[in-house]
């Protein structure tokens, strides 16, 4: 297809014809839901995230009438403490990340000029499980069994059943739940900026927003999953008794602060980058130039990203730690400041270097920026520990955050939702009702939370449900409470705004007059996201390269057909984006919607003690991904297609430049850091106790000899694994399917051999939180072993029904992965279970 | 300025730590009209008023340079108050467990003794303190404002705060970690006295509590024994050695009730005694509705003697 052919009028309408019937969303009452195109998902999932943050705000307006005057009782107590847990708790887990996911997942293929994301269908299960896991977990204010062991759940008071009820396994599971989800998104997200880059579009490239994404995603996969390790101990102590907190069977509270606010404090950043990744769109359109120091601001998310990870103590700055140790935090939090600081100036020198166009977007952008500026400073102050230890728990660390996540998290989601309802809808909001809101959320906010710094150091502390008058902050109680009320009616009135939308005439095409490649989209959009994918030679595409929106539209650049009729999208290289690949893209199915389903009846199941249930449940979620993975990395009719101006790309692939290795690399990255956590929580509670492990009966074990031989079997089916992939791809299928067969019972072997260790000798979980944690860590490896036989059935299952040839071995090169991280944990595990006692 | 503001100092550490906000709460501020003023300038000016060049120099140094330096500053000038002060030989040691939701404190005396006391922590002025902070439950977090800044307390560890008051005074601590259901009625007085006062109280502590005298305080004994108040109450000298709550042998030297959330009234111990669970929700002590008023005023009359 030369560009000739697309100066025929009537080809390009053939062409829209197939792309639109590709692209048709399904119909019908309930298989409408089933859709997994990015545009509706992520429509669901905004709309779903917005919600639930209306939800948590009303929970914040009851707990201010509350505090309005001193000893008030419009609430209990036992209210009081689940709505200010649900309130933190919905904020950050159904609102905050989730909202950045929401937003990516509309804005990424947009950005990339790509027709969807890689897993249109893993979106899909994402945006399930969170409303599932979401509903689950607000509706139990209903019925009174809302958590209410604050949003950080510091354990031994949480994990105590006769202090805290249901509340607790209610968080954990449920927000566990939404965990998953959070990192499914991820990973979509990751390979999505990796792999799905229009053509030209190197990594230096790249619109500002994607990097952030990159950035935050890779943050999710690194801070999850310590929290999910946190989770999995919590609730083995809470269902199981296993004594991980209780320190009178060897426990420490301490533990879950670590592996908490290792989680925690990158989640701040997490929750704050993307705002700051809207800033960096919304800047440069309206000072109509290029953002000034792009490698800075680039390497500034990436700096604040590893800092952030090197901070959490100073949430334990009052824990009584070494002296030494909070030095070397507090100067690590001071430092966060610094790259913060430039992305902060990098935005003042771009709008001071440009023609600054004013707008209502531009107007929260400031205005975020203002309230953000002023949180920052105070984290500055609490960063120092001698003024935390005065600060700390107190209402002045209630204004800080509320400065942080409302100049660093809301204000730029609306200044964003401004800007980008017209690439969405079509449609502008009202300028004159933005800018209203706008005015009454500064000063409501200001008055709601800059008393608070002065009512903390009075000597308020937080999560009281009351305060005597003797405290003297009465008016300054009273005015946060008129001043979250004013806040309320800011945010009613962008309700309003975006109530009356539907009834608005659209807007032009790109209104703003950006340069960034998403602003091609159309009013009268179709489903199919872009009309071709582009060749991408700027940053700013629409405003430097010629012809461009013209170009696209009339499909001129790559892929402007869809002659298979199937969902196709481009695969680039991963740093400099030349073409490697055409995908096929997932279609709309239940299954995804199905899976959630099933998945979600496992946590909420075991919520209730329900364990038969739940394990039905988890068989069910099998089942369901089996079916699931059955139609993905199929075989393609013919090996390759052209895609216009002479280029032909494979439309199979496997190994690392396929997305699906990817994928699977980046999940495993996940997998093994939850069970670093895992093996923190050993070595932690060896430095917490002198003599470690212990011994006496129950404690003795679980010996050298079974763990080495989990190891050995371990690493043999590992072996055979990878031989079996080098065989398949030189043809010698025969052997390769034998090899698998072999392997496979060495995985369950070792899966034996493991658990052999702790079983022969009599740990008791229960005794000690040795015994618990040398029983943990053998079933975290048992169960990954488990989920490696299915892996190499299922390869040999591919491989049997021709589904796996010696071409396309997508399969077993994505389970070798696995395997390379199973090997890894192995190693760990049996070493550590078997080989320390004796060495330490 | 209440008794438990962070700015009614009574402390070393607390008075350092009031100059260290003024100081911060001052450059904070000179520092956000600096960004506010930039801001309003680089909107205001006209295109390419600054280049490139100009933009990244901004950048680097107002961005980056000037921030390192000034964050650094605070780095070096605030590391020393990280120290804290040592505690001397003749520090007084007074452990204190946090629990739901009350304090249990205890002074020990040079003999290797505890004088155990509760909800009140008394300090001489001038002398170290060296606090011995554990829990018996769950987290806790000791937080004298106008002393020093606060210290978690939590089972299975036990931390060290060291303090030194320097102006006698009645003040007004809090507990400042989330505890459960009272959490926000879990606080005590603070009494900073003269060091010869001091002693002479700590003296008078360590007596039994004093013998009812009037018929009335007797029957209040005898009712306190009968229901079984000593289960859970000890009161020095008698039969009553329980150790589940608050220690009771000098009650009524105590200018508050609940862990200072009521002024000590007979009318306020009546009530504590047959409503305890809607004073304080979550607490251990049960209702004892079904005493007569006139029988829990009976013994509320006894506590009232135990100076």
């Known amino acids: 297809m030369s560009l000739h052919a697309q100066d025929d009028a009537n080809l390009r309408a053939a062409q829209e014809e197939r792309l639109r019937a590709v692209w048709k969303p399904p119909s019908g009452w309930f298989f409408r839901w089933t859709d997994v195109n990015n545009n509706r998902v992520g429509m669901w999932y905004t709309l779903t995230a917005f919600g639930f943050m209306l939800f948590a705000g009303v929970l914040a307006l009851i707990m201010r009438a509350q505090l309005a005057v001193p000893a008030n009782d419009l609430v209990t107590a036992s209210t009081f403490n689940q709505l200010f847990t649900l309130h933190g708790s919905m904020m950050m887990f159904l609102f905050a990340v989730p909202m950045f996911e929401a937003v990516s997942i509309i804005l990424l293929p947009q950005l990339l000029g790509a027709r969807d994301l890689p897993f249109p269908r893993l979106s899909a299960f994402g945006y399930w499980s969170f409303l599932i896991g979401g509903v689950f977990v607000a509706g139990s204010i209903f019925f009174n069994v809302a958590p209410d062991g604050g949003w950080f759940m510091y354990p031994p008071f949480t994990t105590r059943t006769d202090l805290a009820g249901l509340g607790a396994d209610i968080w954990m599971l449920g927000l566990s739940f939404i965990e998953v989800s959070s990192v499914a998104a991820a990973v979509e997200l990751i390979v999505g900026v990796l792999k799905c880059r229009p053509p030209g579009m190197r990594l230096n490239l790249m619109p500002l927003y994607a990097w952030y994404i990159l950035v935050v995603a890779v943050m999710i996969l690194f801070a999850f999953p310590p929290l999910i390790a946190g989770d999995v101990l919590f609730e083995l102590e809470r269902l199981l008794g296993w004594p991980f907190f209780d320190p009178a069977k060897g426990g420490d509270p301490l533990l879950w602060q670590h592996l908490f606010w290792i989680f925690g404090h990158p989640e701040v950043y997490i929750v704050f980058l993307p705002s700051i990744a809207l800033f960096a769109m919304i800047v440069p359109t309206f000072s109509q130039r290029h953002i000034l120091g792009y490698p800075w601001i680039v390497l500034a998310a990436v700096g604040t990203a590893f800092l952030s990870f090197g901070l959490w103590v100073h949430h334990m700055f009052a824990t009584g730690l070494p002296k030494i140790s909070l030095a070397f935090f507090s100067a690590a939090s001071e430092a966060v400041a610094i790259p913060t600081g430039v992305q902060i100036f990098v935005f003042i020198a771009t709008l001071w270097a440009g023609r600054v166009v004013f707008s209502t977007p531009l107007l929260y952008c400031l205005g975020a920026i203002a309230i953000f500026v002023i949180g920052g400073l105070t984290g500055v102050m609490v960063a120092v520990a001698p003024f935390d230890w005065q600060a700390h728990d107190t209402y002045f660390i209630v204004a800080h955050l509320h400065y942080v996540l409302i100049g660093g998290t809301l204000m730029p989601l609306f200044g964003g939702l401004y800007y980008y309802w017209p690439l969405i809808t079509g449609k502008k909001l009202s300028d004159r009702m933005g800018r209203t809101a706008f005015w009454i959320l500064f000063v409501g906010a200001n008055l709601t939370f800059f008393p608070m710094h002065i009512t903390g150091l009075l000597g308020m502390p937080r999560r009281v449900f009351t305060y005597p008058a003797e405290l003297g902050v009465d008016g300054l109680n009273l005015a946060s409470t008129i001043g979250s009320y004013l806040f309320a009616a800011g945010v009613l009135v962008i309700v309003i705004d975006l109530a009356l939308s539907p009834k608005r005439a659209k807007a032009p095409r790109n209104p703003w007059n950006a340069g960034t490649l998403e602003w091609l989209a159309h009013p009268d959009d179709e489903d199919w996201g872009i009309r071709s994918v582009p060749l991408i030679e700027s940053r700013y595409p629409i405003w430097d390269q010629r012809d461009f929106v013209a170009k696209v539209d009339e499909g001129r650049f790559f892929l402007p057909d869809a002659e298979e009729g199937r969902r196709e999208t481009i695969i680039t290289t991963t740093l400099d984006a030349r073409p490697a690949q055409v995908i096929r893209l997932g279609t709309p199915s239940v299954i995804p919607m199905i899976t959630a389903v099933a998945l979600g009846s496992v946590f909420i199941l075991t919520t209730y003690h329900l364990y038969w249930l739940a394990l039905g449940g988890a068989v069910a979620t099998l089942a369901a991904v089996l079916v699931w993975l059955w139609s993905t990395a199929e075989i393609p009719e013919k090996p390759e297609k052209p895609i216009g101006h002479g280029i032909v790309l494979p439309l199979y692939r496997s190994g690392p430049a396929a997305p699906g290795w990817w994928a699977m690399f980046i999940t495993m990255l996940a997998d093994a850091t939850a069970f670093s956590g895992l093996v923190f929580g050993y070595y932690f509670f060896w430095t917490v106790h002198p003599n470690f492990p212990p011994s006496g009966p129950g404690m003795d074990g679980p010996g050298a000899f079974w763990p080495m031989v989990a190891m050995a079997l371990t690493l043999v089916s590992w072996a055979t694994t990878v031989a079996a992939r080098e065989l398949n791809a030189r043809g010698q299928v025969g052997a390769a399917r034998a090899l698998l067969s072999l392997g496979l019972a060495v995985t369950l072997a070792s899966l034996f051999a493991g658990l052999a260790g702790p079983w022969f000798s009599d740990l008791a979980p229960k005794l000690h939180v040795y015994p618990a944690i040398v029983w943990t860590l053998a079933i975290w490896t048992a169960a990954h072993a488990g989920v490696g036989v299915i892996c190499q059935a299922y390869t040999l299952a591919r491989s049997l029904a021709g589904r796996m040839t010696s071409e396309h071995d997508a399969d077993i090169r994505n389970i070798t992965v696995y395997f390379h991280f199973l090997a890894l944990t192995a190693i760990v595990t049996y070493a550590t279970i078997g080989l320390f006692p004796s060495a330490s | ?307």
């Not at chain 2, 402390?11 to 730590?17: L, S, T």
């Not at chain 2, 289960?231 to 609940?258: M, N, Q």
């Open chain 2, 1 to 307: 300025m209440s008794r438990q503001s962070a700015f009614s100092t009574f402390g070393v550490e607390a008075a350092k730590m009031r100059d260290l906000t003024i100081l911060m709460t001052v450059s904070g501020f000179v520092i956000f009209v600096i960004v506010a003023v930039l801001f309003t300038l680089a909107i205001r000016a006209r295109r390419d008023t600054i280049g490139h060049r100009g933009g990244m120099r901004l950048v680097l140094w107002a961005g980056a340079m000037i921030p390192t330096v000034v964050l650094a500053a605070l780095l070096i000038g605030t590391l020393p108050a990280m120290r804290p002060i040592q505690a001397n030989r003749d520090a007084l040691i007074v452990d204190v467990a946090g629990e739901q939701f009350w304090w249990r404190v205890g002074y020990r005396t040079p003999d290797g003794g505890t004088i155990t006391a509760a909800n009140e922590v008394r300090i001489p002025v001038g002398r170290t303190v060296d606090f011995r902070l554990s829990a018996g439950d769950v987290i806790h977090s000791f937080w004298i404002p106008g002393l020093a800044g606060k210290v978690d307390m939590i089972p299975g560890r036990t931390n060290r705060l060291v303090a030194r008051a320097t102006k006698a005074g009645r003040y007004r601590g809090q507990c400042a970690e989330f505890c459960g259901l009272s959490h926000a009625l879990m606080a005590f007085d603070v009494v900073a006295m003269d060091p010869a006062a001091f002693d002479r109280w700590l003296l008078a502590q360590r007596s039994a509590a004093p013998a009812p005298t009037t018929p009335i305080a007797q029957r209040g004994a005898a009712l306190f024994a009968d229901n079984g108040c000593g289960g859970c109450h000890a009161v020095a000298g008698t039969v009553a050695a329980g150790k589940i709550g608050p220690d009771f042998s000098h009650i009524a030297t105590r200018t508050t009730l609940g862990a200072g959330i009521i002024p000590m009234s007979e009318v306020n111990l009546s009530r504590f005694i047959a409503h305890a669970p809607s004073v304080k929700p979550g607490a251990r002590m049960p209702a004892y509705t079904h005493l007569a008023p006139a029988d829990v005023a009976t013994i509320a009359r006894y506590l009232e003697t135990l100076k």
